[in-house]
């Protein structure tokens, strides 16, 4: 069982941006999927970004929400997951989860394909 450890968040003004970091004990973090989900207040943790390995080199997924505005990266030498979050706005408010997943090839947007969950992390946008 891997454990993964979110930092980064906190308040910000619309417009404005932050980056999420999450880091993971496992030795071979560079075998797992990575994913970055939300959940707001009353409603489903929902998919934000992932990201994997395929044929040689990364590839990543994005929710609409994220599109354009979000980058997911990873430094797998310090065992790193980043997101990037760019023009935020207040319907970004939400506390941020980093979730993994052994395994590559294929991104999940579900959080049943996640095994392992870190604790959370608040971004709040004000507007």
């Known amino acids: 069982q891997v454990q993964l450890v979110e930092s980064g968040g906190g308040l910000v003004q619309a417009g404005g941006s932050l980056r999420l970091a999450c880091a993971a004990s496992?030795?071979?973090?560079?075998?797992?999927?990575m994913g970055w989900f939300r959940q707001a207040p009353g409603k489903e943790r929902e998919f934000v970004a992932g990201?994997?390995?395929?044929?040689?080199?990364?590839?990543?997924a994005y929710a609409d929400c994220a599109q354009g505005r979000f980058t997911i990266s990873r430094d797998n030498a310090r065992n790193t997951v980043y997101l990037q979050m760019n023009s935020l706005a207040p319907e970004d408010t939400a506390v941020y989860y980093c979730?993994?997943?052994?395994?590559?090839?294929?991104?999940?947007?579900?959080?049943?394909?996640?095994?392992?969950w870190g604790q959370g992390t608040q971004v709040t946008v004000s507007s």
């Open positions: 979730a993994g997943k052994m395994g590559y090839n294929t991104i999940g947007k579900t959080t049943y394909e996640y095994d392992n």
């Open positions: 496992e030795r071979t973090f560079s075998r797992y999927t």
């Open positions: 990201i994997s390995w395929s044929d040689g080199i990364y590839i990543s």
